[in-house]
């Protein structure tokens, strides 16, 4: 295993706190945090690859140090690149490395931090402090229009636009339990929903909007056509709405970085395992 080479970006800006935060959304002490819990599963994923090389390629690999950068470097440039959106040439010539590297520094630390999010995708579970209530939305995401006759199921007649789209499931506090697989923009929230099967703990009230009516989760009164709501009806509402706004917000947070916000320009399968980790680096951050 190589020696680590010595971290120069992230501990420059790291004199900068609120800069620091602005360019990756994360505090400071949160990221050194987060580069020590790391380090044990790159280590590890590391000594595997490693260990399926031969002699000669394995010297090699230790001359030439394999990657220029730090650890926390590298993890810098990725949450940068997840908060900015910037090309792989502006992240090269901030770091100065080829942006043919950029790729080959960020990629691998992508799965790493799945690994150590373990953002669920089906079974939601909650303490029993929290055993308030749970909070259902769907959220979708622009993305480059597809080539070849399959564009059209990434459609969104909500949007106008094709989309990506996914679930997510948060607490009364905002915490994020659970986020479903990607799916296209033309699926409806309720089906989408449905091929989810999520699972949660029975006697916690679930919530959504008008777009999970006729499943099991609690929802606002719909206005019948040609009718209207009693007083009673409009205040149960509005009671809904504002204990429903959590997930607003958490979904607004989450789009605090840029790469869930801006229209979509990496590879459609890898969609979910950013969005997944940007969700625990929000429940990291702020739940």
């Known amino acids: 295993m190589q020696c680590k080479p010595k971290s120069q970006q992230a501990r420059r800006l790291a004199k900068h706190p609120a800069i620091f935060r602005r360019l990756t959304g ?3 002490e949160l990221f050194f945090e987060l580069c020590a819990q790391i380090w044990p599963l790159y280590a590890q994923a590391e000594e595997r690859r490693f260990a399926g090389l031969r002699k000669e390629r394995l010297i090699a690999h230790h001359v030439d140090a394999q990657y220029k950068l730090s650890l926390e470097d590298r993890l810098l440039m990725l949450l940068m690149y997840y908060r900015l959106y910037v090309t792989h040439a502006f992240l090269g010539f901030l770091f100065q490395i080829d942006d043919s590297n950029v790729s080959r520094n960020i990629n691998p630390l992508q799965p790493l931090l799945a690994r150590f999010f373990k953002m669920p995708e089906k079974k939601v579970t909650v303490d029993e402090e929290e055993i308030v209530a749970l909070f259902l939305d769907g959220t979708e995401q622009r993305i480059q229009r597809p080539q070849g006759p399959k564009q059209k199921k990434w459609y969104s007649g909500k949007k ?14 905002g915490r994020i339990h659970a986020v479903g697989k990607s799916a296209c923009g033309k699926v409806h929230d309720k089906k989408d929903y449905e091929r989810q099967q999520f699972s949660y703990p029975k006697g916690v009230p679930k919530k959504a909007d008008l777009g999970y009516v006729g499943t099991s989760w609690q929802t606002p009164i719909k206005k019948p056509a040609g009718g209207s709501l009693s007083e009673e009806e409009k205040q149960f509402n509005r009671t809904h709405s504002k204990e429903r706004i959590c997930i607003e917000h958490v979904i607004g947070k989450m789009k605090f970085f840029k790469i869930l916000s801006d229209r979509y320009r990496n590879k459609l399968k890898d969609h979910m395992l950013i969005f997944k980790n940007i969700a625990g680096i929000y429940n990291m951050v702020f739940a």
């Open 26 to 28: 994360v505090p400071v």
């Open 160 to 173: 106008k636009s094709h989309t990506i789209k996914h679930q997510v499931i948060v607490n009364k506090r």
